[in-house]
């Protein structure tokens, strides 16, 4: 199911820019498919399909919330690949073949713009309240915040969150919380359910973010540190979604993919 799912999420996200950029010129076209062609974090777009089942109605349900989620993660990341983040970000996946600051640029804003010109269209009666949720994922208190604090430890300046939450929450955190949060109210979740949504999609960002960090490390000490912290998010979110057979999406994405 999951694959399934992946591959849908996929082929339908290639379709909506082929229709919204078809008079576009060339270049900015593919620069904007070769954006959406990696399986960077798919899983965390992916909790929206999760969601909606979850809350009672079907994985697709979901799906445009898992469109917007996944537009929106590869126009930031593109973005970072622009040499101004040289030193930063490498790890990234390269998403272009060669570099081209401008062409990044423009790419990114065009899918971020298209992200949330999709949930206005498709989000039925939630349009507007999607297209708020889905700003403040990648806004001043989501990832552009953490990114820029990023930057500062990079450049030796220590910052901390005024709320006093973790970069981890910041990066993956808030956009994985926009689409399992979007996922149920695509559902017609009640309130409470709205809110364990959400709070599912907090904890496997950032549990996918910490990682994703311990891949790249070459500190045992920190390696083990990392995989327990992950993993200590992951049980609390699985305590929350159950085991119940709503929840098998949750729990196929949290741990039968290459989650952990």
Request: aromatic residues 6%.
């Amino acid at each position: 199911m999951l694959d399934k799912l992946k591959q849908e999420l996929v082929d339908t996200v290639h379709s909506v820019i082929r229709e919204s950029a078809k008079k576009m010129p060339a270049a900015f076209q593919n620069a904007l498919h070769s954006c959406v062609e990696h399986n960077y974090n798919l899983e965390l777009s992916l909790l929206a399909c999760a969601s909606s089942r979850w809350c009672g109605s079907t994985e697709g349900s979901g799906m445009p919330a898992a469109i917007a989620a996944l537009m929106l993660r590869a126009g930031i990341t593109i973005h970072l690949e622009t040499s101004s983040f040289t030193g930063v970000f490498d790890r990234l996946p390269q998403l272009f073949d060669e570099k081209d600051d401008t062409l990044a640029i423009l790419a990114g804003d065009g899918l971020i713009a298209l992200a949330i010109e999709y949930l206005a269209g498709n989000g039925g009666m939630h349009s507007s309240r999607l297209v708020s949720e889905a700003v403040k994922a990648v806004g001043a208190r989501g990832m552009l915040a953490g990114l820029s604090m990023e930057v500062d430890r990079a450049d030796g300046l220590e910052t901390v969150v005024p709320d006093g939450r973790s970069l981890s929450e910041l990066y993956s955190g808030q956009l994985a919380r926009f689409a399992s949060h979007g996922g149920a109210l695509l559902a017609g979740a009640s309130d409470m359910m709205l809110d364990d949504a959400a709070q599912i999609g907090v904890l496997a960002g950032r549990a996918k973010f910490l990682v994703r960090k311990a891949e790249y490390s070459e500190d045992r000490n920190e390696i083990r540190d990392l995989g327990f912290q992950a993993r200590t998010l992951i049980e609390q979110a699985e305590t929350i979604a159950g085991h119940k057979p709503n929840a098998v999406l949750f729990n196929s994405i949290m741990y039968l993919s290459d989650f952990l």
